[in-house]
C-alpha cells in the first residue's frame, strides 16, 4: 500500500506521509521519501493495524480492494516505518494484507458478518451459509491443528458432479495412477532457462519437473516449473486437492483471487496456497514464468531456531494474509477445475466461487517478501550448513530432516576468516532442486546456471562449486565481501531419493548435456606431497613412529 517498497535502509526522519487516501473504503496513508525542503515529522513513523492506518470494519457496499478509490490529501498520518529491508519492486501493491505466520486471522468485508462467539450459529448473519475449510484432522494436535470458518452466499458444495478433462494430456502423479512413469537416474542435471508460454493459462501451465510419493497416500512432493501468457477464464477458478503449493515467480506478476481474499505475488515473493483453497489467476504484467513445489503431506511451517534465539531468518510477522473480498453472482455458469491424484477434473455451477464474506481461522494462503529475511552467516571461520537460510520447512515423521525444505541465497555479507566461502563440494542424503529468480549464484560463475534454470543433485549426488568458482574463491582476498548483489537463488530440500519426469528430462528440451563437462571436468589436481617419503601408517620420513608422535596425531599439541 506504500508508494514504494525499498530494498536498502533509511532512518526514519528521511520519510514522511505525502497523503491520506481511501481504497475500497479503506482510509490509508501512503508514505515516500522526504526532498530537500520537505518538513520532517518529529517523531518516528507508527504502525496501526499492519502497514496502514485502517478503519476496523467496511461498509456493507464498501468491499476491501474493490479498486472504487477516492483520495483526501491535507493531512499527514505516520504509518510505515521505512527502515524495514524490503524488496524495491517494480510493481506497486494494491491490496491490505493481515501480518503474521499460523496465526488465528479474522474479517470481514461486511461489517457484522463474523458471528461473535460461536461458529456455527443456526441463522448466519444476512442469511449466509457457514462452512469449515478442514486442513487437518480434527484430532491433530493443537500446535498443529489448521481449520478456517468460512461465512459464504453459497457453499462449496453446490455444483454439477466432476468429470475428466484431458486425460491423454494432463497428468502430475507418475506411477500406477496413470501413463508416465519417473526416471530415476544418479546424474547431477542442470536445465537452461524454461520458455515462456503465451497460449496458455494458470491451470494449463504447471509442467512437472520431478518428485517423488504419491499425493493418494498424501505422501512426497513434486516440483514444477510453469509459464502462462493467458489469464484464467474470468468464471473459472482451480484447486488442487492433492497438495500445499509453493509459489516461486520468477518474471511477471500474479493477481490471485482465492475465496479468501486477494493476493499480488511479484518476483522476490513467494506465496503458499494451501490444499483445497480455490483461487483464479491473472496476470497484470503479460506472460509469466516461475517455480512451485506441491507438498503432498503436512504443511509448512517456519524453523525451529535452536540456540539463533527468538527471531532471524524469516520473522512470522513479515508474512501476509489476504483480508476478506468477496463477489455477488448466483446467475451465470462456472467451471471449477480441480487437481486430483494427478489429474485434472472439471464441474460446473452457477454461482461464483468467490462468494466468502467473512472468514477466521489459520488455515489460507498467505505471501512472503524475501527481501525481508534475515540471514545468519559465520563471523569466524568455516562456512555453516546451507540450513541456515531456511525460509519453510515441512518436517517428515523424523524430528529434523524434512519432505520438504524452501531455502534461499539472498545478498549477504562473508567474513570468514582463512575460510574457502562458497559452498563448499558435497555429497548429500538430501536431494536438492534449486532454481535462480535473478542476477548470478556465487557458488556457480561458469555462466551455465541462468535465471529461470534449475538444477537438480539427487541423493548422493557429488556436486559444489564449478571449476570457474573454486578457482576465484581459491585466490580471493578475505576482506569483507558482499555477495548475491540483485541476485536470488533458492533450493527445494527434500530426503526422498526424486524421479524425473519425462518431459523434464526430455521433452522439454532443456536439459544441459554438458553439464559435469563444464562444472567439474575442469577441475584440477593441486596436491602436492610435503616430502618425496611416503607416508604410512603415521610414520614420516621411513622413520618409526614413537608414542606421542605429532605425524601420527594430526592435530597434535604440544
Known amino acids: 500500500m506504500t508508494e514504494e517498497f525499498r530494498s536498502e535502509w533509511r532512518p526514519w526522519h528521511a520519510w514522511k506521509v505525502v497523503h491520506v487516501g481511501f481504497k475500497g473504503g479503506e482510509e490509508v496513508g501512503f508514505a515516500a521519501a522526504a526532498r530537500e525542503g520537505s518538513t520532517l515529522p518529529s517523531s518516528p513513523p507508527f504502525r496501526k493495524g499492519g502497514i496502514t492506518s485502517t478503519r476496523s470494519r467496511e461498509s456493507?457496499?464498501?468491499?476491501?480492494?474493490?479498486?472504487?478509490?477516492q483520495e483526501q490529501t491535507g493531512r499527514l498520518i505516520q504509518i510505515h516505518h521505512p527502515t524495514m529491508p524490503v524488496t524495491n519492486f517494480a510493481v506497486k501493491e494494491k491490496y491490505r494484507y493481515q501480518n503474521g505466520f499460523g496465526d488465528h486471522h479474522e474479517t470481514e468485508a461486511v461489517e457484522g458478518a463474523l458471528p461473535v462467539g460461536a461458529n456455527n450459529p443456526q441463522k448466519c448473519p444476512y442469511g449466509l451459509y457457514n462452512e469449515k475449510l478442514s486442513g487437518t484432522a480434527f484430532t491433530a494436535p493443537r500446535h498443529e491443528n489448521q481449520q478456517t470458518w468460512l461465512y459464504r452466499?453459497?457453499?462449496?458444495?453446490?455444483?454439477?458432479?466432476?468429470?475428466?478433462?484431458?486425460?491423454?494430456?494432463?497428468?502430475?502423479n507418475p506411477g500406477i495412477h496413470g501413463k508416465e512413469r519417473w526416471h530415476q537416474i544418479p546424474n547431477q542435471l542442470r536445465w537452461d532457462p524454461f520458455d515462456l508460454d503465451e497460449t496458455v493459462d494458470w491451470v494449463h501451465s504447471l509442467r512437472l519437473v520431478a518428485g517423488a510419493g504419491d499425493p493418494t497416500m498424501k505422501s512426497g512432493l513434486g516440483m514444477f516449473i510453469f509459464?502462462?501468457?493467458?489469464?484464467?477464464?474470468?468464471?473459472?477458478?482451480?484447486?488442487?486437492?492433492?497438495?500445499?503449493?509453493?509459489?516461486?515467480?520468477?518474471?511477471?506478476?500474479?493477481?490471485?483471487?482465492?475465496?479468501?481474499?486477494?493476493?499480488?505475488?511479484?518476483?522476490?515473493e513467494i506465496c503458499v496456497i494451501p490444499r483445497g483453497i480455490r483461487h483464479r489467476v491473472t496476470l497484470p504484467e503479460g506472460p509469466v514464468r516461475g517455480y512451485m513445489l506441491e507438498l503432498y503431506q503436512g504443511h509448512f511451517q517456519l524453523p525451529e531456531l535452536g540456540p539463533i534465539g527468538s527471531h532471524c531468518l524469516a520473522n512470522p510477522r513479515d508474512f501476509q494474509a489476504p483480508v476478506a473480498d468477496f463477489d455477488e453472482d448466483t446467475e451465470n455458469e462456472y467451471t471449477l477445475f480441480a487437481k486430483f491424484s494427478g489429474h485434472l477434473f472439471a464441474a460446473k455451477q452457477h454461482q461464483t466461487p468467490f462468494?466468502?464474506?467473512?472468514?477466521?481461522?489459520?488455515?489460507?494462503?498467505?505471501?512472503?517478501?524475501?527481501?525481508?529475511?534475515?540471514?545468519?552467516?559465520?563471523?569466524?571461520?568455516?562456512?555453516?550448513?546451507?540450513?541456515?537460510?531456511?525460509?519453510?520447512?515441512?518436517?517428515?515423521?523424523?524430528?529434523?530432516?524434512a519432505v520438504a525444505d524452501f531455502v534461499i541465497f539472498p545478498p549477504r555479507w562473508l567474513v570468514a576468516e582463512d575460510t574457502f566461502r562458497p559452498p563448499w563440494y558435497h555429497r548429500n542424503t538430501m536431494s536438492e532442486f534449486m532454481g535462480l529468480i535473478g542476477g548470478q549464484y556465487d557458488a556457480k560463475t561458469g555462466g551455465g546456471f541462468q535465471p529461470a534454470g534449475a538444477s537438480l543433485h539427487n541423493?548422493?549426488?557429488?556436486?559444489?562449486?564449478?571449476?570457474?568458482?573454486?578457482?576465484?574463491?581459491?585466490?580471493?582476498?578475505?576482506?569483507?565481501?558482499?555477495?548475491?548483489?540483485?541476485?536470488?537463488?533458492?533450493?527445494?530440500?527434500?530426503?526422498?531419493?526424486?524421479?524425473?519426469?519425462?518431459?523434464?528430462?526430455k521433452k522439454c528440451a532443456k536439459v544441459q548435456s554438458d553439464y559435469n563437462a563444464e562444472s567439474w571436468e575442469p577441475l584440477k589436481a593441486h596436491f602436492q606431497r610435503p616430502t618425496p617419503a611416503k607416508i604410512v601408517n603415521g610414520t614420516a620420513n621411513g622413520v618409526k613412529g614413537e608414542i606421542g608422535d605429532k605425524n601420527q596425531v594430526p592435530h597434535w599439541t604440544s
Request: aromatic share 8%; hydrophobic share 35%.
Open 355 to 401: 462468494d466468502v464474506v467473512a472468514w477466521h481461522g489459520n488455515y489460507y494462503p498467505y505471501k512472503y517478501d524475501l527481501g525481508r529475511f534475515a540471514t545468519i552467516g559465520s563471523i569466524s571461520h568455516d562456512h555453516p550448513d546451507p540450513s541456515i537460510f531456511t525460509v519453510l520447512t515441512a518436517q517428515s515423521d523424523h524430528r529434523g530432516t
Open 60 to 69: 456493507k457496499n464498501a468491499r476491501s480492494n474493490a479498486g472504487r478509490d
Open 227 to 268: 509459464a502462462a501468457g493467458k489469464d484464467m477464464d474470468p468464471r473459472s477458478a482451480f484447486y488442487s486437492a492433492d497438495g500445499d503449493l509453493l509459489i516461486v515467480l520468477q518474471h511477471g506478476a500474479l493477481d490471485i483471487q482465492t475465496e479468501l481474499g486477494r493476493l499480488l505475488v511479484r518476483p522476490n
Open 153 to 172: 452466499i453459497l457453499p462449496a458444495s453446490a455444483h454439477a458432479p466432476f468429470e475428466r478433462r484431458e486425460s491423454e494430456t494432463y497428468d502430475t
Open 459 to 505: 541423493v548422493m549426488s557429488a556436486h559444489g562449486p564449478d571449476a570457474t568458482s573454486h578457482e576465484k574463491a581459491s585466490n580471493a582476498g578475505l576482506k569483507p565481501a558482499k555477495v548475491g548483489e540483485g541476485s536470488m537463488a533458492f533450493m527445494f530440500e527434500s530426503s526422498l531419493m526424486v524421479g524425473v519426469t519425462e518431459w523434464g528430462l
